[in-house]
């Protein structure tokens, strides 16, 4: 299969120097997408910023790119995922993102699907699919919020609690990516989750991108309320400051910590997310203009440094080769087969 990219000279210094004895053999993928980019109807989409991320280079992110881009860059691993549309802003075709995600994920008996929602979904269509497809899970965002304030909004405004409580019922996933400006240090984030965590008991949460911790104030200031919160998860997709894992380690726990590589296509993108005073952002080749002519300036792919910030934090902490294995694979492996284990229970 041809890939939109090539891998560099770059890259295959920082896999055999850095990466390589860090990542193991097997990996269970918690935070992948699969889409066509037909599914975005809007009627100017061409010029729309999403364009050149996803149109031009990755028009149609398929379970065969998704496994021929991990063979490029993880060669030598078998990968594993739990995958979910993309949810673009606004004029998403749900009813074809789902179904081709369903139509897909079946190249992977161990792999899983989350269903993507808007809130406008009503308790029995989403249980509908739920049971059609045999999705884990749901897929939530926070551009689809009733309020209309992606920025700004509550949890249930765009994941409303009568599709929580499908969810409760049959034990699944959610994968929640928080909004407002703190984002899990947000007081009413952290209120949300433990009433709606105490209200429904059965929920699995996977608080994405290290509960939108970038960096580590965040996740340093609401650790010692998520430590003791259960059905809680965290993945580790597109952050890339060891930091924010150094203090999601020591504040929530290794245990409950899942890689995710943000593709695709954001793993795939060359760049870096960095954090500065309270914010954080995505530089790349294109939106910067720094003076780089003292230094190889020249910058490899998003994974690999979300990768080699986790290792970094994974040398600090001193984790053990089973930690590790369960940091890549075990602990995401083990949450999917438990939500299947409560379907089929459901089942009988």
């Not at 041809?2 to 053999?25: A, G, K, N, Y």
């Not at 059609?132 to 409303?160: H, V």
Request: hydrophobic share 40%.
């Amino acid at each position: 299969m041809q890939l939109p990219f090539e891998i560099t000279d770059l890259d295959r210094r920082i896999w055999h120097e850095e990466l390589d004895e860090f990542v193991p053999s097997h990996l269970f993928d918690a935070h992948t997408h699969i889409y066509r980019w037909a599914f975005y109807q809007h009627p100017n989409k061409q010029e729309t910023p999403y364009y050149e991320t996803f149109g031009r280079d990755f028009p149609e992110a398929s379970w065969a790119l998704a496994d021929a881009c991990d063979a490029a860059l993880f060669p030598g691993r078998k990968v594993h995922r739990l995958a979910f549309p993309m949810p673009f802003a606004s004029h998403v075709d749900f009813t074809s993102s789902n179904a081709y995600l369903a139509e897909q994920g079946r190249h992977d008996r161990l792999s899983a699907g989350l269903m993507l929602v808007h809130p406008g979904m009503t308790g029995d269509e989403v249980e509908r699919d739920i049971e059609k497809y045999g999705f884990l899970g749901f897929k939530p965002y926070r551009f689809y919020a009733r309020s209309g304030d992606a920025a700004n909004c509550r949890i249930t405004e765009f994941m409303p609690e009568h599709q929580i409580e499908v969810a409760n019922r049959h034990g699944l996933i959610i994968m929640m990516h928080l909004s407002k400006p703190d984002a899990i240090a947000d007081p009413e984030n952290l209120a949300d989750l433990e009433s709606l965590i105490d209200r429904y008991p059965r929920v699995r949460w996977i608080l994405a991108h290290c509960a939108r911790s970038y960096s580590c104030w965040a996740i340093e200031k609401a650790g010692p309320v998520l430590r003791r919160l259960p059905q809680l998860w965290f993945d580790t997709s597109s952050v890339c400051e060891s930091d924010a894992f150094d203090a999601l380690y020591s504040t929530v726990g290794i245990e409950r910590v899942m890689y995710g590589s943000d593709d695709i296509p954001i793993g795939l993108m060359r760049g870096k997310y960095v954090a500065f005073g309270f914010a954080w952002a995505f530089l790349s080749p294109k939106n910067q203009t720094l003076n780089l002519a003292h230094c190889d300036g020249r910058m490899t792919f998003t994974r690999y440094e979300q990768l080699r910030a986790m290792r970094r934090a994974a040398q600090r902490l001193g984790i053990t080769p089973a930690q590790n294995q369960a940091l890549f694979f075990d602990t995401a492996m083990n949450l999917v087969q438990s939500v299947r284990s409560e379907q089929a229970r459901d089942e009988t």
